[in-house]
């Protein structure tokens, strides 16, 4: 398994971006599928991205065309590009592995702890 700590979070206004990163620890980071999933303030952890060994992406409809994920295999690190935020997108974000591409949560193996994003309206 990989050990994961995500960074890059904070607070921006309706409109803007953020880019957040997930650095891996372990040599066999290219072999897992990578995920971003995200937790609103009350609600359940939802899926927003993910990202196969090959680069191969599935996003939520809530993440389409304003999220990219992406992958830097010899950093050892995944990042998700979000632009045009909305006060909706304010949450906290996680990222996993997996062995497999999945959009399902209890899939992944391996979580970080959590980057917080707020945007502000």
């Known amino acids: 398994q990989v050990q994961l700590v995500e960074s890059g979070g904070g607070l921006v206004q309706a409109g803007g971006s953020l880019r957040l990163s997930c650095a891996a620890s372990g040599r066999t980071f290219p072999n897992y599928a990578m995920g971003w999933f995200r937790q609103p303030p009350g609600k359940e952890r939802e899926f927003v991205a993910t990202i196969s060994p090959s680069g191969a992406t599935v996003y939520a409809d809530s993440a389409k065309g304003r999220f990219t994920i992406s992958r830097d295999n010899a950093k050892n690190t995944v990042y998700l590009q979000m632009n045009s935020l909305k006060p909706e997108d304010t949450a906290e974000y996680y990222c996993?592995?997996?062995?497999?591409?999945?959009?399902?949560?209890?899939?992944?193996?391996?979580w970080g702890q959590g980057t917080q994003v707020t945007v502000s309206s």
């Open positions: 996993a592995s997996s062995t497999f591409v999945t959009i399902t949560a209890r899939n992944f193996v391996s």
